[in-house]
């Protein structure tokens, strides 16, 4: 009988962040190398919950300071913090232009194949220019949201899906979701990881966007930074702050990463 792997990151869906069915088989002797630990259904049970997590994406406005958890995405936040599997990351990420996707990548893979943690947890704490990225493409247009993010981003080419493998046979190929090619949001997403949204990040852009006169609408700030917000990218959790949910994640256990 064929041997098939239960690896977490087989197929997990883009746009819920929910786990698909595992494909159940024996595992693979020592003698052909598995490629993959078996995974615990850990990763699988939170990536469920936070697909049915609600997501408040329509305000009208939105104060400066998030005092109350209808205001983010509590549900959802708390079913990360309390995630309890051993390996979890949470990454700093702050430059859109950076190389954060491709670290995520990185380690993603290397602690999947390399050590054997298939049910590890990689967060983004998403928060800076990188948080533009998290805006869908109607509110970049709407927004001018290019002038923020720099030279080389004349649309949120990375939220762009790309129809790329991920059999985890696959693995070495760089051309598949676990290579270079693999450094969207869209495709981490697909491997399981979080992406986490700043308030604080919201209203900063809403402010340069009003010093810019950027305001078609003539809009309060309050209810632009609410539309920015109803505009995050499906999947994405809102935090009421990321630099203050970082010492959360890392209470709960998470490794910091930057």
Same mark, same amino acid.
């Given at each position: 009988?064929?041997?098939?792997?239960?690896s977490?990151?087989?197929?997990?869906?883009?746009?819920?962040?929910?786990?698909?069915?595992?494909?159940?088989?024996?595992?693979?002797? @020592?003698?052909?190398?598995?490629?993959?630990?078996?995974? #615990?259904?850990e *990763?699988?049970? *939170?990536?469920?919950?936070?697909? /049915?997590?609600?997501?408040?994406?329509?305000?009208?406005?939105?104060?400066?300071?998030?005092? #109350?958890?209808?205001?983010?995405? @509590? %549900?959802? *936040?708390?079913?990360?913090?309390?995630?309890?599997?051993?390996?979890?990351?949470?990454?700093?990420?702050?430059?859109?232009?950076?190389?954060?996707?491709?670290l995520?990548?990185?380690?993603?893979?290397?602690?999947?194949?390399?050590?054997?943690?298939?049910?590890?947890?990689?967060?983004?704490?998403?928060?800076?220019?990188?948080?533009? @990225?998290?805006?869908?493409? #109607?509110?970049?247009? /709407?927004?001018q949201?290019?002038?923020?993010?720099?030279?080389?981003?004349?649309?949120?080419?990375?939220i762009?899906? /790309?129809?790329?493998?991920?059999?985890?046979?696959?693995?070495?190929?760089?051309?598949?979701?676990?290579?270079?090619?693999?450094?969207?949001?869209?495709?981490?997403?697909?491997?399981?990881?979080?992406?986490?949204?700043?308030?604080?990040?919201?209203?900063?852009?809403?402010?340069?966007?009003?010093?810019?006169?950027?305001?078609?609408?003539?809009?309060?700030?309050?209810?632009? @930074?609410? %539309?920015? !917000?109803?505009?995050?990218?499906?999947?994405?959790?809102?935090?009421?702050g990321?630099?203050? !949910?970082?010492?959360e994640?890392?209470?709960?256990?998470?490794?910091?990463?930057?």
């Amino acid at each position: 009988m064929k041997d098939v792997f239960l690896s977490r990151r087989r197929c997990l869906e883009v746009s819920a962040l929910a786990g698909c069915s595992m494909l159940l088989g024996g595992g693979v002797s @020592a003698a052909e190398g598995p490629i993959a630990a078996r995974e #615990t259904g850990e *990763l699988r049970s *939170l990536m469920e919950k936070l697909a /049915k997590a609600p997501r408040r994406r329509d305000f009208k406005t939105v104060p400066m300071i998030l005092d #109350t958890p209808d205001q983010w995405d @509590a %549900e959802a *936040l708390d079913a990360i913090i309390a995630y309890r599997d051993g390996m979890k990351q949470v990454w700093d990420n702050t430059e859109i232009g950076g190389p954060w996707l491709n670290l995520m990548r990185n380690s993603l893979n290397a602690q999947v194949f390399s050590f054997r943690h298939p049910d590890f947890l990689e967060v983004s704490a998403t928060h800076g220019s990188a948080q533009l @990225a998290l805006y869908d493409q #109607t509110v970049w247009d /709407k927004y001018q949201l290019a002038t923020m993010a720099g030279h080389d981003f004349k649309t949120n080419t990375l939220i762009e899906a /790309k129809h790329l493998p991920i059999d985890i046979a696959a693995h070495e190929d760089p051309k598949s979701v676990f290579g270079p090619a693999g450094n969207t949001i869209p495709a981490l997403q697909q491997r399981g990881v979080v992406f986490m949204a700043c308030h604080n990040a919201v209203w900063e852009h809403t402010a340069k966007l009003l010093e810019k006169g950027i305001n078609p609408d003539r809009l309060s700030h309050e209810a632009i @930074a609410a %539309e920015l !917000t109803n505009h995050l990218i499906e999947g994405v959790v809102l935090t009421p702050g990321i630099v203050a !949910t970082i010492p959360e994640l890392q209470q709960a256990g998470f490794h910091y990463a930057k």
